[in-house]
């Protein structure tokens, strides 16, 4: 098996070919895994071919399903939650998850919509990825489910050219902070 070591050292060369042979002997080395949950719950899971491994899977105190795993670092216990961006039937239960895991920090790597071209038309159109599960504007109030969440304050980054949004969420008497690349 691929050592961590080894496996960064290869993507600091970043060859293409490299990167795929590299790929595959993980795929070769990873543990058995179901999805029996996602099987049964296709309408929220983002891919059909993307579920949640039922050895790891973040379970609601609810019962519902949620696309979502719990993940362990190598260094140390801390754990953090791998989350598709909740689809619009999902919301209400992506802050389930948040709130019943003590979930302090989100990063969401893709933004909401998505620019295509289409190639029929040459046109640009907006293809949505994920549902708008948060406020935009300062004060502003969502609602999801049980929940009430409010924006309290955004601050902009910029690093390498990329935009960084940092929101600070209030939920109920708790702070979440979402960072958005």
């Not at 929940?147 to 390498?160: D, T």
Request: proline content about 3%.
């Amino acid at each position: 098996m691929l050592g961590q070591t080894q496996f960064i050292g290869n993507l600091a060369l970043l060859n293409g070919q490299r990167l795929n042979e590299d790929w595959n002997k993980l795929q070769q080395n990873r543990p058995p895994a179901t999805f029996k949950a996602s099987l049964a719950n296709q309408s929220k899971n983002r891919f059909i071919n993307i579920g949640a491994d039922d050895g790891t899977r973040v379970i609601l105190q609810s019962g519902e399903y949620i696309n979502a795993n719990m993940v362990q670092s190598g260094y140390g216990s801390q754990r953090f939650i791998l989350s598709q961006g909740p689809l619009a039937n999902t919301v209400d239960g992506f802050w389930k998850m948040l709130i019943q895991n003590n979930v302090k920090m989100i990063i969401q790597l893709c933004l909401p919509f998505e620019k295509k071209l289409n190639q029929n038309t040459g046109m640009i159109e907006f293809k949505q990825k994920t549902a708008v599960y948060f406020p935009k504007n300062i004060n502003e109030i969502k609602e999801a489910g049980l929940y009430h969440i409010k924006l309290m304050g955004c601050r902009g980054f910029v690093k390498n050219d990329e935009k960084v949004i940092r929101s600070e969420f209030w939920i109920y008497e708790r702070l979440v902070y979402f960072w958005e690349t």
